[in-house]
C-alpha cells in the first residue's frame, strides 16, 4: 500500500474496515462525546499496534471485543509531546494476536478543526445553536480518532444523541428516530438517531450536522435541508437536483449506489461552495442566488459520487483525480441539460475555469503546489489547495478527448468507473489504465505525460476554446476599457437579458486586463470607471454571490472606497473561503484596506470556520507558517484603528447579528 504522508496511521500493518460510532453532541461543551469501535482487519498478523490519527482530542479509554482494557499513547510526529499544527497525533494502541476490535473512548474539544461550534446569533433561526463539521482534506482526525488517508476505506454505522429540539444529518443514511425522553443531565431531553453508510468510505467524507433543521423532498430519493427560514429558498434553488442526478447515471454508466441524494444548505460561514459528503452534500447558503444560476455547485457534488467518493485519490498528492474529473464531469453535466450546442457552454464555463487557473499559477503558490501531481510532504493540504486540480486536471482529460474523440473518451470514462469503484488510485494508475485501453490508438503516442503531471505552471497545450458564447462578454469588457482607458463614450449595451456566466465572463475579462494579482494591481479600472459600471448594471446589489465577488475585486483594486460597506458586508455575512480569501487578500494589498483588513478579520474570526480563519489569517500574515504549532501563536494584537473601518465593522456587526436574511435582502 502508498505511504501517504499526510497521516501517522498504520494500515499497512492493522487496518480499520467498519466504524460503529455513538456520539452525543453537547451544546453546552461545544463537544463530541463519543465511542468510536473499529473492527480490524490484521493485515501483518504480527503487528502489536493499531495507530490512529487524531488531532485535538481527548483519548479517555481503550477496550478490546471483550471489554479488556488496552494501553495506549498519543505521539507526536516530532517526537516531542507538541502536537503538529496539522497531523495532530498518532494514537497508538496496543493489540494482542486476538484483537479483533478496539473501542476508544473520546472527547473532541474546542480547538478541533473540523467542527465549528455556532451560537444561536449566527444562524438564521436565531434561537438554537447549530454545529458542522467538514472534514476534507484531513480534518476527521479532529472529529474522531480514524485513519484519516484516503487510501483506507471503511463502513460505518453511527448512533447519535441530540437535545430533543435539533436534528441530525450525517454522510449516511438514516436509520432510526426515537422518540424525545427526559435525560437525567441538566441538558434536558434529548433524541437518539441512527444511521448507516454501507458503501465504504474514506475518512474525509465523515460528516455531521446538528441544528433545527427541516427537509422538503425534490424527488422520491432527493431532498434539501435546511433551518426552516430558509427550507423554501432552497427547494427552488436546488430544485434540478434529481434532473442533474439522473444525467449523471447516464453519464457514468453506473447507477448512483448511495440510495440518497440530500443536500444540507448550511449556514452562512461554510467555508466551501458544496462538499460531496455521500448522501447528503453540503452547500453553502451563498448559492441562494435565486435564480438557479449558481446550481451547478450541485451538479459537480453530484458528480463526486463517482469521481472521488467511488473512486477515490490514492492520496492527496493525486487530488486531481478527483477535482479535475469531476469538474470534467460536471460540465458534461450541465452542458447537455442547458444548451443544445454541448460544447459551447462547456467552454463558456471552462474559460472562467481557465482564468481561475491563471490567477492560481500567477499568485504566490509554493511551485510544488503548482503541479498537477503535488508533492505534499508533510505540508498542509489545506495550504496546497487551489485551481490546479480542478483546471489543470480538467484540461488534462480534455486534452486526451480531443486526440480519442469526444464518443471514444466518455465510453473510457464509463469503463474507468467501473474498474476503479470502490477502490483508490495515483496518477500513474491513471495513465497505465488510460494508455493500455487506448493502446492501439496513434494519436496518444507522443503524449507528454511528464510535463502534464510534474511540471509546475500553466499546461502545456493552449486550450482550442470555443468561445461563441462568450464574445459578446469579451466585445463588452473591450468597450469598458477604452472607456477608463481612453475616455471612450459609456455603452448602452443592455445586460439585463445575459445569463449570470456571461456576466462573470464580462467581470473576468476585466478583471485578466487589469491585472488584479500583482500587488498592487498593475492596471486597476479608474475609480469613475467602477461608479459608471455599477450606476449601468447595478453589480453591487447583485443576489448572485459570483457577481458581487468580481465587482468587489475590481472596485477594490480600484481603490473606490465607496465599495468598502459592500465588501466588509459580504466577507461577514458569509465565509465561502473562494470568496472571502481573495477578497481579504486584495483589500490587504490595497491602499485604503489594509488596516481595515486585518481589523475586520480579528472582529470576526468567530464567525469564520476554523479552517477558513486559518487559511485567512496565513494570508494576512496574522500567523506563522502553518508548520508551526499554534495558528493564532504570532497573531498581531494591536494594530491602529483607521477612523474608517469603524463604522464600516460596524455596519457589518449589525449585518452579522442579523444572520443570512439580511444578507440576502441588501444583496438584491
Ligand atoms: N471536495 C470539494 C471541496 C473541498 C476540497 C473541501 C478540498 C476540502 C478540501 C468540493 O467538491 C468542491 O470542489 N467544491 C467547490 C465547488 C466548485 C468547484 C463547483 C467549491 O467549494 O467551490
Ligand atoms: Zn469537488
Same mark, same amino acid.
Given at each position: 500500500?502508498?505511504?501517504?504522508?499526510?497521516?501517522?496511521?498504520?494500515?499497512?500493518?492493522?487496518?480499520?474496515?467498519?466504524?460503529?460510532?455513538?456520539?452525543?453532541?453537547?451544546?453546552?461543551?461545544?463537544?463530541?462525546?463519543?465511542?468510536?469501535?473499529?473492527?480490524?482487519?490484521?493485515?501483518?498478523?504480527?503487528?502489536?499496534?493499531?495507530?490512529?490519527?487524531?488531532?485535538?482530542?481527548?483519548?479517555?479509554?481503550?477496550?478490546?471485543?471483550?471489554?479488556?482494557?488496552?494501553?495506549?499513547?498519543?505521539?507526536?510526529?516530532?517526537?516531542?509531546?507538541?502536537?503538529?499544527?496539522?497531523?495532530?497525533?498518532?494514537?497508538?494502541?496496543?493489540?494482542?494476536?486476538?484483537?479483533?476490535?478496539?473501542?476508544?473512548?473520546?472527547?473532541?474539544?474546542?480547538?478541533?478543526?473540523?467542527?465549528?461550534?455556532?451560537?444561536?446569533?449566527?444562524?438564521?433561526?436565531?434561537?438554537?445553536?447549530?454545529?458542522?463539521?467538514?472534514?476534507?482534506?484531513?480534518?476527521?482526525?479532529?472529529?474522531?480518532?480514524?485513519?484519516?488517508?484516503?487510501?483506507?476505506?471503511?463502513?460505518?454505522?453511527?448512533?447519535?444523541?441530540?437535545?430533543?429540539?435539533?436534528?441530525?444529518?450525517?454522510?449516511?443514511?438514516?436509520?432510526?428516530?426515537?422518540?424525545?425522553?427526559?435525560?437525567?443531565?441538566?441538558?434536558?431531553?434529548?433524541?437518539?438517531?441512527?444511521?448507516?453508510?454501507?458503501?465504504?468510505?474514506?475518512?474525509?467524507?465523515?460528516?455531521?450536522?446538528?441544528?433545527?433543521?427541516?427537509?422538503?423532498?425534490?424527488?422520491?430519493?432527493?431532498?434539501?435541508?435546511?433551518?426552516?427560514?430558509?427550507?423554501?429558498?432552497?427547494?427552488?434553488e436546488?430544485?434540478q437536483?434529481?434532473?442533474?442526478?439522473?444525467?449523471?447515471?447516464?453519464?457514468?454508466?453506473?447507477?448512483?449506489?448511495?440510495?440518497?441524494?440530500?443536500?444540507?444548505?448550511?449556514?452562512?460561514?461554510?467555508?466551501?461552495g458544496?462538499?460531496?459528503?455521500?448522501?447528503?452534500?453540503?452547500?453553502?447558503?451563498t448559492l441562494l442566488a435565486g435564480d438557479r444560476s449558481l446550481a451547478d455547485v450541485v451538479a459537480?457534488?453530484?458528480?463526486?459520487?463517482?469521481?472521488?467518493?467511488?473512486?477515490?485519490?490514492?492520496?492527496?498528492?493525486?487530488?486531481?483525480?478527483?477535482?479535475?474529473?469531476?469538474?470534467?464531469?460536471?460540465?458534461?453535466?450541465m452542458s447537455?441539460i442547458h444548451h443544445?450546442?454541448?460544447?459551447?457552454l462547456?467552454?463558456l464555463d471552462?474559460i472562467g475555469g481557465?482564468q481561475?487557473?491563471?490567477?492560481?499559477?500567477?499568485?504566490?503558490?509554493?511551485?510544488?503546489?503548482?503541479?498537477?501531481?503535488?508533492?505534499?510532504?508533510?505540508?498542509?493540504?489545506?495550504?496546497?489547495?487551489?485551481?490546479?486540480?480542478?483546471?489543470?486536471?480538467?484540461?488534462?482529460?480534455?486534452?486526451?478527448?480531443?486526440?480519442?474523440?469526444?464518443?471514444?473518451?466518455?465510453?473510457?470514462?464509463?469503463?474507468?468507473?467501473?474498474?476503479?469503484?470502490?477502490?483508490?488510485?495515483?496518477?500513474?494508475?491513471?495513465?497505465?489504465?488510460?494508455?493500455?485501453?487506448?493502446?492501439?490508438?496513434?494519436?496518444?503516442?507522443?503524449?507528454?505525460?511528464?510535463?502534464?503531471?510534474?511540471?509546475?505552471?500553466?499546461?502545456?497545450?493552449?486550450?482550442?476554446?470555443?468561445?461563441?458564447l462568450a464574445?459578446h462578454s469579451?466585445?463588452l469588457a473591450?468597450?469598458?476599457?477604452?472607456?477608463?482607458?481612453?475616455?471612450?463614450?459609456?455603452?448602452?449595451?443592455s445586460i439585463a437579458d445575459w445569463t449570470s456566466l456571461q456576466t462573470t465572463c464580462f467581470l473576468d475579462a476585466l478583471l485578466?486586463?487589469?491585472?488584479?494579482?500583482?500587488?498592487?494591481?498593475?492596471?486597476?479600472?479608474?475609480?469613475?470607471?467602477?461608479?459608471?459600471?455599477?450606476?449601468?448594471y447595478r453589480l453591487a446589489d447583485s443576489r448572485n454571490s459570483e457577481i458581487l465577488f468580481r465587482f468587489c475585486?475590481?472596485?477594490?483594486?480600484?481603490?473606490?472606497?465607496?465599495?468598502?460597506?459592500?465588501?466588509?458586508?459580504?466577507?461577514?455575512?458569509?465565509?465561502? *473561503?473562494k470568496f /472571502?480569501?481573495? $477578497?481579504?487578500?486584495?483589500?490587504?494589498?490595497? #491602499?485604503? @484596506?489594509?488596516?481595515? =483588513? !486585518?481589523?475586520?478579520?480579528?472582529?470576526?474570526?468567530?464567525?469564520?470556520?476554523?479552517?477558513?480563519?486559518?487559511?485567512?489569517?496565513?494570508?494576512?500574515?496574522?500567523?506563522?507558517?502553518?508548520?508551526?504549532?499554534?495558528?493564532?501563536?504570532? *497573531?498581531?494584537? /494591536?494594530?491602529? $484603528?483607521?477612523?474608517?473601518?469603524?463604522?464600516? #465593522?460596524? @455596519?457589518?456587526?449589525? =449585518? !452579522?447579528?442579523?444572520?443570512?436574511?439580511?444578507?440576502r435582502?441588501?444583496r438584491r
Amino acid at each position: 500500500m502508498l505511504r501517504d504522508a499526510s497521516s501517522l496511521a498504520n494500515p499497512q500493518e492493522t487496518r480499520v474496515t467498519h466504524l460503529d460510532w455513538k456520539v452525543t453532541v453537547d451544546f453546552t461543551a461545544s463537544a463530541l462525546i463519543g465511542r468510536a469501535t473499529y473492527t480490524l482487519d490484521r493485515v501483518d498478523p504480527d503487528a502489536t499496534t493499531l495507530c490512529l490519527d487524531t488531532s485535538r482530542l481527548e483519548i479517555l479509554t481503550v477496550v478490546d471485543q471483550n471489554d479488556d482494557s488496552l494501553s495506549f499513547a498519543l505521539e507526536s510526529p516530532g517526537g516531542d509531546s507538541v502536537a503538529h499544527s496539522h497531523l495532530g497525533q498518532r494514537l497508538v494502541i496496543r493489540i494482542a494476536p486476538a484483537t479483533t476490535s478496539v473501542a476508544i473512548d473520546y472527547r473532541t474539544t474546542p480547538a478541533s478543526s473540523a467542527c465549528q461550534w455556532l451560537p444561536p446569533a449566527q444562524t438564521s433561526g436565531g434561537v438554537f445553536p447549530y454545529l458542522y463539521t467538514q472534514a476534507q482534506a484531513i480534518h476527521a482526525r479532529s472529529l474522531i480518532p480514524c485513519q484519516d488517508m484516503p487510501g483506507v476505506k471503511f463502513t460505518y454505522g453511527a448512533t447519535v444523541t441530540v437535545p430533543a429540539w435539533a436534528t441530525p444529518v450525517m454522510s449516511a443514511i438514516l436509520k432510526t428516530t426515537s422518540r424525545a425522553h427526559p435525560d437525567d443531565s441538566q441538558h434536558g431531553s434529548s433524541k437518539i438517531y441512527t444511521f448507516e453508510q454501507t458503501v465504504p468510505i474514506s475518512a474525509y467524507l465523515l460528516a455531521l450536522a446538528v441544528g433545527q433543521l427541516e427537509k422538503r423532498d425534490l424527488s422520491p430519493r432527493c431532498a434539501v435541508w435546511s433551518e426552516p427560514s430558509v427550507v423554501e429558498a432552497a427547494a427552488y434553488e436546488f430544485a434540478q437536483t434529481e434532473e442533474f442526478l439522473t444525467m449523471a447515471e447516464d453519464l457514468a454508466g453506473t447507477p448512483y449506489v448511495w440510495g440518497r441524494y440530500d443536500l444540507l444548505c448550511l449556514c452562512a460561514s461554510s467555508p466551501y461552495g458544496g462538499m460531496e459528503n455521500p448522501c447528503i452534500t453540503f452547500v453553502t447558503p451563498t448559492l441562494l442566488a435565486g435564480d438557479r444560476s449558481l446550481a451547478d455547485v450541485v451538479a459537480h457534488e453530484i458528480a463526486h459520487s463517482w469521481t472521488g467518493n467511488l473512486v477515490t485519490n490514492a492520496t492527496w498528492d493525486h487530488f486531481w483525480l478527483n477535482e479535475g474529473w469531476t469538474t470534467w464531469f460536471q460540465r458534461k453535466i450541465m452542458s447537455r441539460i442547458h444548451h443544445d450546442d454541448h460544447e459551447q457552454l462547456l467552454d463558456l464555463d471552462a474559460i472562467g475555469g481557465y482564468q481561475a487557473l491563471q490567477d492560481a499559477c500567477s499568485r504566490e503558490m509554493p511551485l510544488a503546489y503548482q503541479k498537477l501531481v503535488l508533492d505534499i510532504g508533510d505540508g498542509d493540504p489545506d495550504e496546497a489547495y487551489s485551481s490546479i486540480a480542478y483546471e489543470k486536471g480538467f484540461h488534462l482529460l480534455r486534452a486526451l478527448e480531443r486526440r480519442v474523440g469526444t464518443s471514444a473518451f466518455e465510453a473510457f470514462f464509463q469503463s474507468y468507473v467501473q474498474k476503479y469503484a470502490y477502490q483508490t488510485l495515483t496518477s500513474d494508475d491513471f495513465r497505465d489504465f488510460f494508455t493500455t485501453y487506448f493502446e492501439d490508438n496513434e494519436a496518444i503516442r507522443d503524449f507528454d505525460w511528464e510535463t502534464w503531471f510534474y511540471e509546475p505552471g500553466m499546461p502545456p497545450e493552449d486550450p482550442p476554446f470555443d468561445r461563441t458564447l462568450a464574445e459578446h462578454s469579451a466585445q463588452l469588457a473591450q468597450v469598458w476599457l477604452a472607456v477608463d482607458r481612453h475616455g471612450r463614450m459609456l455603452p448602452t449595451t443592455s445586460i439585463a437579458d445575459w445569463t449570470s456566466l456571461q456576466t462573470t465572463c464580462f467581470l473576468d475579462a476585466l478583471l485578466l486586463q487589469t491585472n488584479h494579482n500583482s500587488v498592487p494591481p498593475k492596471d486597476p479600472l479608474k475609480v469613475s470607471t467602477i461608479r459608471a459600471l455599477q450606476k449601468a448594471y447595478r453589480l453591487a446589489d447583485s443576489r448572485n454571490s459570483e457577481i458581487l465577488f468580481r465587482f468587489c475585486m475590481l472596485a477594490v483594486a480600484a481603490e473606490d472606497e465607496t465599495i468598502l460597506p459592500t465588501v466588509v458586508r459580504f466577507i461577514t455575512t458569509q465565509g465561502r *473561503m473562494k470568496f /472571502t480569501r481573495p $477578497l481579504y487578500r486584495t483589500l490587504f494589498a490595497s #491602499v485604503m @484596506g489594509r488596516d481595515l =483588513a !486585518v481589523q475586520v478579520f480579528l472582529g470576526h474570526k468567530e464567525f469564520y470556520h476554523p479552517i477558513c480563519a486559518k487559511m485567512v489569517a496565513s494570508d494576512l500574515l496574522l500567523s506563522s507558517s502553518s508548520s508551526n504549532s499554534g495558528v493564532w501563536a504570532t *497573531m498581531r494584537n /494591536t494594530i491602529s $484603528l483607521g477612523k474608517s473601518w469603524m463604522w464600516a #465593522v460596524g @455596519g457589518a456587526a449589525v =449585518a !452579522v447579528g442579523m444572520g443570512i436574511t439580511i444578507a440576502r435582502h441588501r444583496r438584491r
